[in-house]
Structure formats: structure tokens, C-alpha cells
């Protein structure tokens, strides 16, 4: 019977050890990079939405599933309006992205190089820069996503088929996230299917793990039926629409390597390498063959290219993997090499996606360094990326129509409405309203449509809109009260809106409501 020496064994802790300091090091360098650098501009457009939807707790929403607006309303109670209190639990989920990359490198066989390597390009990914900065579903959609990676590597290994409890727990919570947990649950079935994993199925742990996530994602299932599947008549809108940039396969492919860090790219291609080919990642192909169904799914569905941003923390630490077994002298060198391009060339990228600059520094440096991020919608045409631009003139706005509003008679102040042409508008109006004296908004976009008029008779709104043709058509009277006065890095249809009072809607306002629905 073979045996292990106690110098094997003490060498096998050292380097677990260091594995785990790693990952603390670089996990603990992510929330402090986001705690520094996520207060810089200010509120993003769909940050002022999330936080009005968790005024407005409900088991789902016409564009998201419930669990972003349960955290947008328990920060709010715990730690305050700030940004750096909003941004609070996606800077933490950013570490624990770091973290999780490192501990799927570990499950894979890795040692500590796989573990730099991998939480390395996991702290240094573009996307993850820019995304895990606002509170967005996308700051914490790869926890769920690779929390299931990480329960199938663990199976893998030989862990308990218990285990699949925990992976439908993740799967579910997953699904109340964000909806696009179910194309990474299909293509996990696919890989599954693939491979000799497929007799987990013969077992009843997978199936009861399938049924805690459908009962955890139930409630939102439901809300959805009593709403007559209304994401799916949005996603079917916004499919009909030209507002998405829609790329090409080849396209589509090179902005994965752009968004990801393009210095990162020889990492995850050769950690996609391994799990498909080598013999040491064989026992976890099916991830391999995850990547490559959700890659097509969201090819073939004309998905935004940052769709598939969740699932690269396992080919990171795939490839990191694959990193360490180069141990020729001549090679070695090119592991700390890779650690220091991808770190160096997100710093270089990190303003383009991260308000570290002012905004004209931010305009001046993509100029100087010939790099602008990639559109993801066709209406993006400000100077700065939409992830920035989208952070500036919603106080300005909302000070402009208080300036409006408070300047009404007290008769028509007493019944006026506020109306937003979009949920950005309208969640600026709710968040910094009340210190201005505005009631809250109306819109008809997205949940607000479903939030309805509430008491409002038409009598009197305040409307913000580009031109009033529509109002003309509405109101008995329109009276144009002028431009609002905000930043010039807003998004430029925002820069190009107009306040109008208008007076005396010729129908009566449930007549009308139907008609403002806009889910696009």
C-alpha cells in the first residue's frame, strides 16, 4: 500500500496555506479597490430604479426577478442612501468573486500559482471592474453562477451527491437574481449530459436539488403567470426593437477577450483547453462543455456580449491549472509575467469603466490611449461610456423640476403629478424628491406602468419630456417652463429634455394609463 511521507504532507499544507493567503490578499485587494474608487461620479440610472423597486417589494418585476430590490432595501436600512453605502454589498460580492475563483482553482487540483493566476484575472477583468462597482444583478450574478460550477467540481471530486442540494439552493437564489440563470442551468445539463457525469441523474440528490431551486424561484414563476409572463413580453419587445447592438459570432467572440482583459485571454482559452482536452481536467468536462452551450445560447439569442461575463472565473482557474504544470526553466517565467499584464493592463483600462478620472480626464485618456468599452445599445452616443455617462445630471433634473413644481399655485401644486418618460427620470424624482418637496413620480416604463397612476386625476402634471407633441394631443393646455439644466457628460437624450406644465387631460387618466406603457 502506498503511503505519504510527513515531509509530502507538510509540503501539501504549505502550499494549501499560501493558496488560502492568496486568495485573501487579492480577494481583500478587490472590495478595497471598489470601496476607494465606487463614490466617484454619482448614482447610476438603474441604481435610482433598484432602489425604487425595494420601496416597492414585490416577488418580481417587469425587467428583474425580486432579490435586487431586497438588497437595494436592506442596505438602505442598514447602511444608508450614500453611494458607498448602495455599492457596499456589490464591492463585497466582488471579493467574494475573487474568492470563489481561487477556491474552484483549488477543487481543480491547483496549487498556489493556479491561484494567483486565477484570482489574479478574476480581480482583473474589465467587466468585472465596471459592473461590481453599481448595484447591478450583475455584481452578483457569477457568485451564483460559479457557486453551481464550484458544487459540480466538488461532486466531481468525489464530494457528497448532498451536495446537489446546495447547488439548487445556489441555482434558485440564482434565479431570483437574474433570469439568465437559466441559460448557465441549461447549458450545466448540457455539460452534464456530455460526460459520464450524466448518471447523477440515475440519482435522486440531483432531482431534489432541481426541486429546491424551482420552489425558491416559485414565487417570482408565479408573480410572472399573474402578470401574464410580462419579461418575456418585454424581452419580446426589446428583441423587435433596434435599440441592442446585435454582433455577429465572430464579433461577439473578440469582445469577450476585450471585456474580459485582453491580457487574460491566453488564460481562459487554455483553461477552456483543459477541461475539454487534458486528461487532468477530464472528471470536469462538463463545465467545459457549460461554457461552450451558454457561449452559443447567447450567440444565437442576440445577447449583450457581458452576458457571458459569469461563467470565466472557472476557466480562469482552469487555465491557472494549466498555468502550473509548465515547470520547464524556460517557462517559468511567464507565470508571474501573465499576473503582471493583466494587472498592469487593467489598470490602464480601469478608468475607461471605473470613475477613477474627472470626466474630462476620463474623455482626454480614451483619447490619448486610443480605447473606448464596446456599445452594448445603439442610443449611446456620449462622450463617456454609458457606465459613466449614466452617473451624471439626475440631481440637476430633479432640482429643475422642483423649481417647476414649487412655483405652481398651492391649488395646482396640491394635485399635480410628476411624469418621467423613462425609470431613470422617475427613480431621481422618488430618490431626491422628498428633500425638494416632490411627490412621487409616474412613468410608464417598466414597473412604474404597473405601479399605476395611483390617485392622480391628470388635472395638473409636470411632464419631462423631449418635445410635447404627444402632451398637445393629452392636456387642454401645455405650457413649456424650459430645458432642464444638467451635466454636459449626461446621456445626451437626457441633456435634450424639456419641463412641461400641462393642464386638463381630455381623457380620463384610467383611459389613458394603458396607453403610456412602454416596456423596451
Given at each position: ?74 442596505s438602505r436600512a442598514l447602511l444608508g442612501d450614500s453611494l458607498g453605502a448602495i455599492r457596499f454589498f456589490p464591492a463585497l460580492a466582488a471579493a467574494m468573486k475573487v474568492a470563489l475563483t481561487g477556491l474552484i482553482a483549488r477543487e481543480f487540483g491547483g496549487k498556489v500559482w493556479a491561484v494567483t493566476l486565477a484570482c489574479a484575472a478574476s480581480l482583473s477583468a474589465l467587466v468585472y471592474l465596471g459592473g461590481d462597482n453599481l448595484l447591478t ?384
Amino acid at each position: 500500500m502506498a503511503t505519504t511521507s510527513p515531509a509530502m504532507n507538510e509540503d501539501s499544507e504549505r502550499w494549501d496555506r499560501h493558496s488560502v493567503v492568496v486568495i485573501a490578499v487579492v480577494a481583500a485587494a478587490a472590495l478595497v479597490f471598489h470601496l476607494i474608487f465606487n463614490r466617484g461620479y454619482g448614482y447610476f440610472r438603474d441604481e435610482l430604479y433598484y432602489l425604487a423597486c425595494g420601496q416597492h417589494l414585490d416577488w418580481g418585476y417587469v425587467d428583474q426577478p425580486p432579490l435586487i430590490a431586497v438588497v437595494a432595501r436592506v442596505s438602505r436600512a442598514l447602511l444608508g442612501d450614500s453611494l458607498g453605502a448602495i455599492r457596499f454589498f456589490p464591492a463585497l460580492a466582488a471579493a467574494m468573486k475573487v474568492a470563489l475563483t481561487g477556491l474552484i482553482a483549488r477543487e481543480f487540483g491547483g496549487k498556489v500559482w493556479a491561484v494567483t493566476l486565477a484570482c489574479a484575472a478574476s480581480l482583473s477583468a474589465l467587466v468585472y471592474l465596471g459592473g461590481d462597482n453599481l448595484l447591478t444583478m450583475n455584481a452578483f450574478e457569477p457568485l451564483f453562477w460559479m457557486g453551481c460550477a464550484w458544487m459540480v467540481a466538488r461532486i466531481a471530486n468525489g464530494g457528497s451527491p448532498r451536495l446537489w442540494l446546495w447547488f439548487g439552493a445556489l441555482a434558485g437564489l440564482g434565479l431570483e437574481n437574474k433570469h439568465s440563470m437559466a441559460f448557465f442551468g441549461a447549458a450545466l445539463v448540457i455539460g452534464l449530459l456530455l460526460t459520464p457525469m450524466r448518471r447523477h441523474f440515475a440519482e435522486r440528490w440531483i432531482w431534489l436539488g432541481a426541486l429546491i431551486a424551482l420552489l425558491i424561484a416559485l414565487p417570482n414563476a408565479i408573480w410572472e403567470i399573474r402578470h401574464h409572463w410580462a419579461t418575456w413580453e418585454l424581452l419580446n419587445n426589446v428583441a423587435h426593437s433596434n435599440k441592442n447592438v446585435v454582433l455577429g459570432p465572430v464579433e461577439f467572440l473578440k469582445q469577450q477577450g476585450l471585456i474580459m482583459n485582453p491580457a487574460s485571454l491566453p488564460l481562459w482559452i487554455a483553461g477552456l483547453l483543459w477541461l475539454l482536452m487534458a486528461r487532468a481536467g477530464q472528471r470536469y468536462r462538463a463545465l467545459g462543455f457549460a461554457y461552450l452551450a451558454v457561449l452559443v445560447e447567447l450567440i444565437v439569442l442576440h445577447g449583450k456580449h457581458y452576458y457571458v461575463a459569469p461563467a470565466y472565473p472557472m476557466l480562469f482557474a482552469a487555465g491557472g491549472v494549466a498555468a502550473e504544470t509548465l515547470r520547464s526553466a524556460s517557462l517559468r517565467w511567464l507565470k508571474p509575467a501573465l499576473v503582471v499584464a493583466m494587472i498592469a493592463l487593467a489598470s490602464v483600462l480601469a478608468p475607461t469603466v471605473v470613475p477613477i478620472l474627472s470626466p474630462q480626464k476620463t474623455i482626454a485618456y480614451m483619447k490619448a490611449i486610443h480605447f473606448q468599452p464596446p456599445r452594448t445599445e445603439r442610443g449611446h452616443t456620449a462622450a463617456l461610456p454609458q457606465v459613466l455617462a449614466d452617473q451624471f445630471g439626475w440631481e440637476e433634473m430633479v432640482r429643475d423640476v422642483a423649481r417647476v413644481y414649487n412655483r405652481l399655485p398651492p391649488e395646482d401644486r396640491a394635485r399635480a403629478a410628476i411624469f418621467g418618460q423613462n425609470y431613470g427620470e422617475a427613480a431621481a424624482i422618488d430618490f431626491f424628491g422628498p428633500k425638494y418637496g416632490l411627490p412621487p413620480a409616474l412613468s410608464g416604463h417598466q414597473n412604474y406602468f404597473l405601479w399605476g397612476p395611483r390617485e392622480y386625476t391628470g388635472e395638473v402634471v409636470v411632464v419631462i419630456d423631449e418635445g410635447a407633441d404627444d402632451e398637445r394631443e393629452q392636456f387642454a393646455s401645455v405650457e413649456d417652463m424650459g430645458p432642464v439644466n444638467i451635466s454636459e457628460y449626461a446621456m445626451p437624450w437626457e441633456r435634450r429634455r424639456h419641463i412641461y406644465v400641462c393642464r386638463g387631460l381630455k381623457v380620463p387618466m384610467s383611459e389613458l394609463w394603458p396607453r403610456v406603457k412602454m416596456w423596451l
